[in-house]
């Protein structure tokens, strides 16, 4: 057990609250992602339809407040649900060694929602970059980034949906709430609808791009 491990499960009853923000952070994050991915599919309906809902946003100022709030979150999110991620090398090749013993579905489950989880730390941390460099989002701007940056949001998109929807699917298992096979198969097909969505709205902003 790691020196932050220990830190953050000194008894069971903080081990509940470790395990309880991580749910929760976890469901924020794929709400946001989900509601993210409904707004910018309004592409789809028009340049001038994004365009009103990023002003409209704006003028609530619910993306000054929702931006950092859900930096915060995803912060939290990283501590809580990484910490049992083993940090050193040969720890990791004995994950690696087990999980292939084992063959285990979920085991494999796990191990790829913690490298994917690297991943959109990674890649999340510059699409925000991105974003903020060329504020306000518009739908021009917003069409200019995914033509110029199309195979980074391809990736973003897959790695960030498979993460959500196995993450989900982890943690109904881990608390025991819905059957695991029945769990799985409605989290499969909303996976691959957002993706699907994800897919047309990159090819709707390249369309856009390609026209301006």
């Given at each position: 057990m790691t020196t932050q491990e220990k830190l953050l499960t000194r008894n069971p009853r903080a081990d509940l609250l470790v395990d309880?923000?991580?749910?929760?952070?976890?469901?924020?994050?794929?709400?946001?992602?989900?509601?993210?991915m409904i707004f910018v599919a309004t592409i789809l309906l028009g340049?001038?339809?994004?365009?009103?809902?990023?002003?409209?946003?704006?003028?609530?100022?619910?993306?000054?407040?929702?931006?950092?709030?859900?930096?915060?979150v995803a912060m939290v999110h990283m501590v809580v649900a990484g910490r049992r991620i083993p940090n050193k090398w040969h720890e990791q090749r004995i994950i690696l060694r087990h999980s292939k013993m084992l063959g285990h579905t979920d085991t494999w489950i796990w191990v790829f929602q913690t490298?994917?989880?690297?991943?959109?730390?990674?890649?999340?941390?510059?699409?925000?970059?991105?974003?903020?460099?060329?504020?306000?989002?518009?739908?021009?701007?917003?069409?200019?980034?995914?033509?110029?940056?199309?195979?980074?949001?391809?990736?973003?998109?897959l790695v960030g949906e498979y993460h959500a929807g196995f993450g989900l699917y982890r943690q109904f298992v881990k608390w025991g709430w819905i059957n695991r096979h029945t769990i799985g198969a409605v989290l499969k097909t909303i996976t691959v609808i957002i993706v699907a969505l994800g897919a047309v709205?990159?090819?709707?902003?390249?369309?856009?791009?390609?026209?301006q």
């Open positions: 309880l923000a991580e749910l929760v952070s976890g469901l924020l994050l794929v709400g946001f992602l989900w509601t993210h340049g001038r339809t994004f365009d009103r809902l990023s002003i409209l946003l704006d003028e609530y100022f619910l993306s000054y407040i929702g931006i950092p709030f859900i930096i915060i490298i994917t989880g690297m991943a959109i730390l990674v890649l999340a941390g510059i699409h925000v970059w991105m974003v903020l460099s060329g504020w306000p989002i518009r739908a021009v701007t917003s069409a200019e980034r995914v033509q110029s940056f199309l195979w980074f949001y391809i990736v973003l998109l709205t990159l090819w709707a902003f390249m369309r856009l791009g390609g026209a």
